[in-house]
């Protein structure tokens, strides 16, 4: 906590939570972090007590941080996806010393990240040049490149580089383009026909996408975010919009409503059955409950925290088949069901 109360090594700590986030998110795009989606490796690469530290880190965070942004979206990024479960498990320690709530909404730990462009809307195109090796050498030429004139002051300054690099066996021209800060840098790469941007003006840590996604389907953190639902830890999360109150609402409806297999039927009737028998004794969440059924994941043109817009009736009615069948026939949950089912009244409901 030293660090981030020196206004200087602040300032840098926070340049490289920028720099990291970006480096994250295009390994994140890697062909070899499609194949293994948790690549960051802590516990059992690092030092396997590792666990250990998360848990020393976040008894700082309730003690001394106040809510700190800086601090906060450090914590965050243990919760990315890119980490593997056991330490993802943080999530465990920070109900408990009840401080999910302190960790900052999803778009302050969001980092614009890449995005394509060109042709069409660019969504799904590939960038060949997305690999870490080759963004470290596209920032090494810039960097070199970079005018002699002081930092000084707000004026940022720019280089543009042609390039050629070697994908796939066959040599490619592309042009960096770059502007320079006091604090940080933004890059467009572009190859005549299509345009990757990575934007570091933002305050945050990393893409929202890869808290996001994929669904999250490990049993014992879907257990451990329901855990923290029914005890209550995540009540002030959600009315102060922490990113931990918005992961457990993308993953667990994401899970329970389109994404259980076949071979998780079980584990999704368990999740159903302890939210609604917490609902029949709590009735402050209902919001929450509410919030749950209706959850539409965002669309990548909008804030993380806002859905994508309307739910027809039909996918209302889904919904609450799936929660019926998870009842298993107790008919004091199918009640609650019917309870929460009142609130639609069959009329096509638009996502807040």
């Not at 809307?121 to 002699?148: D, I, R, T």
Request: glycine content about 6%; aromatic content about 10%.
């Amino acid at each position: 906590m030293g660090v981030l109360e020196e206004e200087k090594s602040r300032d840098v700590y926070e340049a490289l939570q920028e720099l990291y986030g970006q480096l994250l998110d295009i390994t994140r795009f890697s062909e070899s972090t499609k194949r293994s989606v948790e690549a960051l490796r802590f516990q059992s690469e690092i030092h396997e007590s590792y666990s250990t530290f998360i848990e020393t880190f976040v008894e700082q965070l309730a003690a001394v941080s106040y809510g700190d942004l800086i601090y906060g979206r450090q914590v965050a990024f243990y919760l990315h996806h890119q980490v593997e479960s056991p330490v993802r498990l943080a999530w465990n320690a920070l109900s408990n010393a009840h401080v999910l709530e302190l960790l900052p909404p999803l778009h302050c730990v969001w980092l614009g990240g890449w995005k394509g462009g060109g042709k069409g809307n660019g969504e799904g195109m590939k960038n060949p040049f997305l690999g870490k090796g080759n963004l470290l050498s596209l920032l090494l030429f810039a960097s070199e490149n970079l005018p002699e004139a002081a930092m000084d002051d707000d004026q940022p300054r720019y280089t543009c580089l042609k390039l050629e690099l070697t994908t796939d066996s066959k040599t490619e021209p592309i042009f960096v383009e770059a502007s320079w800060f006091a604090t940080h840098f933004d890059l467009s790469i572009i190859d005549g026909l299509h345009a990757w941007i990575c934007n570091a003006l933002e305050k945050c840590f990393a893409e929202a996408e890869g808290y996001l996604e994929p669904v999250e389907d490990d049993e014992g953190i879907l257990e451990a975010y329901v855990k923290s639902w029914v005890s209550g830890a995540l009540d002030r999360a959600s009315t102060r919009g922490s990113i931990t109150f918005t992961l457990v609402l993308h993953h667990l409806s994401s899970f329970i409503f389109h994404h259980c297999t076949s071979d998780k039927l079980l584990l999704r009737n368990k999740l159903v059955e302890s939210l609604l028998r917490d609902y029949s004794r709590k009735q402050q969440h209902e919001g929450m409950m509410l919030d749950f059924i209706q959850y539409n994941k965002p669309s990548a043109s909008q804030n993380p925290e806002q859905n994508e817009g309307a739910l027809q009736t039909s996918e209302i009615e889904r919904r609450f088949e799936v929660l019926t069948e998870a009842c298993e026939g107790n008919s004091s949950l199918l009640t609650e069901v019917e309870k929460l089912k009142s609130f639609f009244g069959g009329k096509q409901y638009v996502a807040t």
